[in-house]
């Protein structure tokens, strides 16, 4: 069945330190793919999307690029900075790419210090 | 506007007893998620709701767990006879039919 794989954390970096939290996929069809961030105390808020081959998604300095022949869609931000201290999940959409549920890699945590 | 809510955030319950949680979703979306987060694992997906019926329920884990939803509107996830393994968070999501997922702030559920 479809899956996701990320790296494992936790990962700790110093502010303005280059990020990279490596996803991997497994599915049917042509998913969605989504980075998610749970910040500390709150819930998942969407971070970004791409929703075919070699779209790239990006929102507050942090980008992924949908690979499908390498099946990656890797997150990366040039200069990190405390407040991006979060849970980052990666996420694809249903079997087939429908919108129905999203199928969850386990969370990488980034700890950012100062 | 407002998000997506749920109630309670904090349940503790002992083994055995029924709980309910309840989602109420953004106004006007259509599609509502149930998901699962224990701990130190990824979200499972529980189920979907597309206005008031389920066209996908996979996601439930078994027969004590189930889900209704009024109209496009809430949506209460019970489970019978809770056990120690079902302790996690719970969250709920939204979203207009094609669009991306909200997710409310969660239900953490503690089964003594």
């Known amino acids: 069945g479809d899956s996701v794989t990320q790296m494992e954390g936790p990962v700790t970096l110093s502010e303005e330190a280059f990020l990279t939290i490596n996803c991997t996929y497994t599915a049917t069809g042509y998913p969605s793919l989504f980075w998610y961030v749970q910040y500390p105390g709150e819930g998942l808020q969407l971070l970004l999307k791409a929703t075919k081959a070699d779209d790239k998604g990006s929102n507050k300095g942090f980008e992924a690029t949908y690979r499908k022949e390498t099946t990656s869609f890797h997150l990366e931000k040039g200069s990190v900075q405390v407040s991006d201290s979060a849970v980052y999940f990666c996420a694809l959409s249903g079997p087939g790419g429908s919108q129905g549920n999203l199928i969850f890699g386990k969370g990488t945590k980034l700890s950012v210090k100062p | 506007g407002a998000g997506v809510s749920q109630s309670p955030s904090n349940k503790v319950t002992e083994k055995g007893k029924d709980v309910e949680l309840r989602c109420d979703p953004i106004?006007?979306?259509?599609?509502l998620y149930w998901y699962r987060q224990r701990l130190g694992q990824g979200l499972e997906f529980l189920i979907y709701?597309?206005?008031?019926?389920?066209?996908?329920k996979s996601g439930l884990p078994s027969d004590r767990f189930s889900a209704e939803r009024t109209g496009e509107s809430v949506s209460t996830l019970t489970i019978q006879r809770t056990q120690q393994e079902d302790s996690a968070v719970y969250l709920c999501a939204s979203s207009l039919v094609t669009s991306s997922q909200y997710f409310g702030p969660g239900t953490r559920l503690t089964v003594l």
């Open positions: 709701f597309q206005g008031n019926s389920a066209p996908d």
């Open positions: 106004s006007g979306h259509t599609a």
